[in-house]
């Protein structure tokens, strides 16, 4: 077979001549064009430009990207086509991601507090003083045997960046949280437990015909959306007919607005409904009977308490609609189940997962195209997808270890618990009690402003990693993240500028003499070393005669992946259990429903201007933060568009724009997450509120995990009244004359005409 140019290119520079392979992968033929740097470009070429491929950590699952550079700076990101999660395509997120490298407010170099905490106050120190403080302090504590005082605090990480995390907390003897506003582990736990995966199996969108999906905004806001709206795209598509979506969630979400049927159930009720499908396919279908002994233990008897006459009150949909979607997705040729949202953000979260899930190993579709493509082990070790976020109590707990003075020392990076933690846990309150926290943030955000030592590490541009997709892609691949263009603070000099965090780390081992098992002394090594794991392993999108030309080819490809390396085509179902009531706590009159924007996600990038001008999808709101209430309970209540509302939750009053909406359900009100914060940037800073600062404790009976959708408010009136930011697709009307003809304007210093 002969090759295309994208199948044989000639890489120059270190691997001057090497011929280097690129494999078919099972992405589009369409030729990619980049250039991979040996060493970082100059780029002195006036007016040239370039394409290097990185990765965009701006969602859960990252995106394989393309940016131009020109004289050494990035102007433009596009979709990388050969990457196999996107394939592509690219979110707005990724395309602000420029913003982020330049923004005003980024943090060129290590500050230290002199100030009153939360005053702002900070001096400039260097590189060599930064890492001698936070040594200096993990030693301290080492002496005293009491390491485990000493604790870091991230965002869920993986790949290179998480292996070497975990070797620092285990060499070093400190604790480690990872911390998500926006929970999902009872969503992870029940996949696990459903498909025997760690991270989320590979739905087939492309080529199901009916995607049944309970609370997963997946053309938004969940787990891996720009792959799945691309699926999404065929999947409407169709190949022998157009797909059928059904929705089921309590907020008319961006998905629930294209979906063919959307119903609208109780809050929390969202499993019980799960398992009335499964009783109705149980009963009146023929499904495979293994699968049923195993879900039911034997005895599918029990399930008949949830047939869908005995739901149909407590879930507030009705028995003929439960019927005619069991029906619809038994009669399905390639059906699929997805879940998470606000339909696992229950007391009951875990339990209803495992029945959404089950839903596929009742249809019979695992390992099956159109159905669930279960993923392969990492071909990396340690190397892995991100995990699950540690639950909300867990933090309870290390707020009660702050209490009684057993944290001396906080470390801090990539999370923003001081924002994301709801007030109820006391945690902003306990801060007070740690007297070192250190933060390595290149942007104020609400915990670095209350930091005592502040190491900025890079932007992700500027800086070296890896990426095993969370939503993997039914084979082994590994994304690769160069950087595209010199630090920006670079010119500061060695002892001021950033730093990337993985370096941060493996230094601070060092001076500490602790030994974290890698051959290699930086964070690049350290990920070339991984390379040459690949390269010795053979096979693959990149085959070469030598290690360098296989290591070019990897950075110009924007990663590794083995379409042959599949992972399990079966996986064993589990036992289910009933779907217990959800707890909704509070005495309100309404349900509160906080929800992702595609932009702001959790609010960690409400500092990006970009993405705070991009219109919600179903409300076209920006800028602010908004609250939808049913329009019928709006006009009972006198509430127009635009009146500022005070909710009150028994934690808590925040305050928010009306948006009538007849979608809402009259119960309910539904408000975004993003804003509200103290101090994250010129952008963000005091703009709107923080609806996650007054949700109760309630936690998922089973994870421990915050129930995020669980709190009931009240709303009133406060008499003011804003205009509701929005995109409206309209221009204001042009000046007429009296025959109705547009009057032009010049700005001509001669006048008008």
Sequence with gaps: ?????????????????????????????????????????????????????????????????????????????????????????????????????????????????????????????????????????????????????????????????????????????????????????????????????????????????????????????????????????????????????????????????????????????????????????????????????????????????????????????EADVIRHIAHDFSHASHPISVGGGSAAAHSNGLSAMKAVFSLNHLAGNIGTKGGVILNPVSPLRGVNPVGPGNSFSDFQRLTEDMQAGNVELLMVRGADPYYGIPKVASFQERLANVPLIVSFSNMMDDTTSVADLILPEHNFLEDWGTDVPLAGVGYQTVGFQQPVVRPFFENRGENLGTKGFADILLTSAQVMGKDLGFSSDTFKDVIRDGARELYQRGGGSVEAPSFEAFWNGILQRGGWWDVESTGPSSASPVRLDGVSEPIISGNGAFTLQPFLTSSLLDGRLAFLPWLQAMPDPVSTATWQTWVEINHEVAEERDIKEGDVLQISTARGTISALAMPNPATPPDAISIPVGQGHRDHGRYASGRGANVLSILDAVHDESTGSLAWAATKADIRKTGEWIRVPKFENTVPDFPRDEHNHVIELTSDLGGSH
Excluded at 36 to 51: A, R
Excluded at 108 to 135: F, K, N, Q
Excluded at 144 to 168: C, E, R, S
Excluded at 187 to 198: G, N
């Design 1 to 317: 077979m002969a090759l295309t140019r994208r199948q044989f290119l000639t890489l120059m520079g270190g691997s001057a001549g090497a011929a280097v392979l690129f494999q078919a992968c099972g992405v589009p033929e369409k030729e990619l064009f980049i250039d991979s740097p040996i060493e970082m470009p100059e780029d002195l070429v006036s007016g040239i430009d370039n394409w290097y491929a990185t990765v965009c950590p701006y969602s859960d699952t990252s995106e394989g990207i393309v940016v131009r550079v020109m004289e050494g700076r990035a102007k433009k990101v596009e979709g990388n086509v050969d990457y196999p999660v996107n394939i592509g395509a690219h979110s707005a997120r990724s395309e602000a991601s420029v913003q982020a490298l330049y923004h005003p407010d980024r943090i060129s170099a290590p500050l230290v507090r002199t100030g009153p905490r939360g005053s702002g106050e900070y001096s400039e120190i260097s590189w060599t003083d930064a890492i001698a403080r936070l040594t200096g302090a993990l030693n301290d504590l080492d002496d005293q045997g009491n390491l485990d005082h000493a604790v870091l605090v991230t965002n869920p990480i993986g790949g290179h960046l998480g292996l070497v995390v975990d070797k620092f907390v285990s060499a070093s003897g400190c604790r480690h949280l990872t911390h998500e506003p926006i929970e999902t582990a009872s969503v992870r736990q029940a996949i696990k437990e459903v498909f025997s995966q760690d991270a989320y199996p590979d739905f087939d969108i492309n080529n199901a015909d009916l995607v049944l999906s309970f609370g997963a905004d997946f053309l938004s806001t969940w787990v891996s959306p720009t792959r799945y709206s691309r699926g999404y795209g065929e999947f409407r598509q169709g190949h022998d007919h157009r797909g059928k979506l059904i929705h089921i969630e309590s907020r008319f979400s961006h998905t629930a607005a294209n979906a063919d049927q959307w119903v609208r159930p109780n809050p929390g009720t969202e499993g019980i409904l799960a398992l009335a499908i499964i009783q109705e396919i149980v009963s009146h279908e023929s499904p495979d009977p293994s699968v049923v002994d195993a879900l039911t233990g034997g005895d599918p008897s029990w399930l008949d308490s949830y047939s869908p006459d005995n739901v149909a009150a407590r879930t507030g949909v």
